[in-house]
C-alpha cells in the first residue's frame, strides 16, 4: 500500500531562517503531491501543488520541490516568522486525478522569535 | 476563508447514538469529501467522496459511516452505532470537480463519543 513519511519530531527554527521539510513515499507513482497548513483545531488549507513534471514551484516564501527519482518531495519556508508555526502535511491522491488524497503525518514547525 | 462550513463545531454522543454532521460547500463545488483525524494525532483519513449526489470512492471505512450530497452544495455524514473510536475531528473538504486537485476544507466538527 501507498506510505508516506515526513519528519516525525516538530522543527524548532529561529526566526529569518529557512525551515526544510521533507516528504517521502513509497509504493506509489503519484501525479502531483500537495502540501497543506493546519493549525491547532483547524481544517489543512491549501499551500501548494507541484505536478510530476515540475521540479520546483514557489509562491511568495514558499518553494516546493519534486524529485519522482528519489520519491522525494522538500518543502521550504525562508525567512521564516513565528506566524508560520503550524503543522505541514503532504498529501499524494490516491487514484490519478480524483481529488482522493493521503496525507503524510505532517511535521510541526516552531518558529522562535 | 475557504468558503466551507461545518455544523455544529461540537459534539457529543453516546456509543451506540447516531448522528449527522453537515457541510456547506463552497458555490460551485460539485465534490465533497469528508475526512477522519483523530484529535490532537495524526493525519486526516479519507471516508469518502460524493459527486454530483452520488458515492465516488470509499476509504476504508465500514458501511455505518454514510453521507448524502445535496444540489444546493450541502451534504451530510452519517455514523451509526457509534463506538469510542469514532471520537475524532471530522473534516468536510470541496473541490470545483472530482479531478481537480486542490481541497478546500472546512474547520471540522469534532466529535466525543462517550
Known amino acids: 500500500s501507498q506510505k508516506i513519511e515526513q519528519n516525525s519530531e516538530a522543527l524548532n527554527i529561529q526566526e529569518g531562517k529557512t525551515a526544510t521539510l521533507t516528504c517521502n513515499y513509497t509504493n506509489y507513482s503519484p501525479a502531483y503531491l500537495q502540501w497543506y497548513r493546519q493549525d491547532p483545531g483547524r481544517g489543512p488549507v491549501f499551500l501548494l501543488l507541484?505536478?510530476?513534471?515540475?521540479k520546483e514551484k514557489r509562491k511568495e516564501r514558499l518553494k516546493v520541490t519534486f524529485d519522482t527519482t528519489l520519491k522525494q518531495s522538500l518543502f521550504h519556508i525562508t525567512a521564516s516568522q513565528p506566524a508560520d508555526s503550524a503543522t505541514y502535511l503532504c498529501?499524494?491522491?490516491?487514484?490519478?486525478?480524483?481529488?482522493?488524497?493521503?496525507f503524510g503525518q505532517g511535521t510541526t514547525l516552531q518558529v522562535k522569535p | 476563508e475557504t468558503g466551507v462550513t461545518q455544523s455544529p463545531t461540537h459534539l457529543i454522543k453516546t456509543r451506540g447514538q447516531q448522528v449527522t454532521l453537515r457541510c456547506s460547500s463552497q458555490s460551485g463545488h460539485n465534490t465533497v469529501s469528508w475526512y477522519q483525524q483523530a484529535l490532537g494525532q495524526g493525519p486526516p483519513q479519507f471516508i469518502f467522496?460524493?459527486?454530483?449526489?452520488?458515492?465516488?470512492g470509499r476509504g476504508n471505512f465500514p458501511p455505518r459511516f454514510s453521507g448524502l450530497q445535496f444540489p444546493n452544495y450541502s451534504s451530510e455524514l452519517n455514523v451509526n452505532a457509534l463506538e469510542l473510536d469514532d471520537s475524532a475531528l471530522y473534516l468536510c473538504?470541496?473541490?470545483?470537480?472530482?479531478?481537480?486537485?486542490?481541497?478546500?476544507f472546512g474547520s471540522g466538527t469534532q466529535l466525543s463519543v462517550l
Open positions: 467522496q460524493y459527486y454530483r449526489e452520488e458515492e465516488n
Open positions: 507541484i505536478r510530476e513534471n515540475e
Open positions: 473538504a470541496s473541490s470545483r470537480d472530482r479531478g481537480d486537485e486542490k481541497l478546500f
Open positions: 498529501a499524494l491522491d490516491i487514484m490519478s486525478n480524483t481529488g482522493k488524497l493521503i
